[in-house]
């Protein structure tokens, strides 16, 4: 059974920059691709980006375009998630999660994924 963990949430200000971790184990990482996801208070959960499990190919958010950045190191078995630029609206419960298969075409879908992390929580002040 595939087990994801997300580590490296927090409080920041701003402008400023946080880095979320996933831990994947009970796998094969390299079968996997991962994707993260976010709720904000109020709101349904919504795509932030994923990574497919060779690693070639990601996908952004167009509201997280050019200030977040996915990667994951296959020796770890972890996925990185670099979030640069943060504001206030990017305060939310970030969730890994991943899948095994599927079609890069449907990679933001929630429903593909089979796994998930309990999340992390995110807080931008302002």
């Known amino acids: 059974q595939v087990q994801l963990v997300e580590s490296g949430g927090g409080l920041v200000q701003a402008g400023g920059s946080l880095r979320v971790s996933c831990a994947v184990s009970g796998g094969t990482f390299s079968d996997y691709s991962v994707a993260w996801f976010r709720q904000a208070p109020g709101k349904e959960r919504e795509f932030v980006t994923a990574?497919?499990?060779?690693?070639?190919?990601?996908s952004y958010a167009d509201s997280v375009k050019g200030r977040f950045t996915l990667s994951r190191v296959a020796a770890k078995s972890m996925v990185y998630l670099q979030m640069n630029s943060l504001s206030p609206e990017d305060t939310a419960v970030y969730y890994c999660?991943?899948?095994?298969?599927?079609?890069?075409?449907?990679?933001?879908?929630?429903?593909?994924?089979?796994?998930w992390g309990q999340g992390t929580q995110v807080t931008v002040s302002s």
């Open positions: 999660a991943a899948r095994y298969g599927g079609t890069w075409s449907d990679s933001r879908s929630q429903r593909s994924y089979n796994y």
């Open positions: 990574i497919n499990w060779r690693g070639d190919l990601t």
